[in-house]
């Protein structure tokens, strides 16, 4: 049980860096393309 919640946890961890990531590159790409 531990370890099914604690893999569940990084899987919704890594998904939530994966946003932060692209919307951090998606502003990046519009700053550089105005």
């Known amino acids: 049980m531990k370890t099914s919640s604690l893999v569940f946890h990084q899987k919704i961890h890594h998904r939530m ?3 932060w990531i692209y ?4 502003i990046v790409h519009n700053a550089v393309r105005n």
């Not at 919307?23 to 998606?26: A, D, E, N, P, R």
């Open 17 to 19: 860096a994966g946003l």
């Open 23 to 26: 919307s951090v590159l998606k």
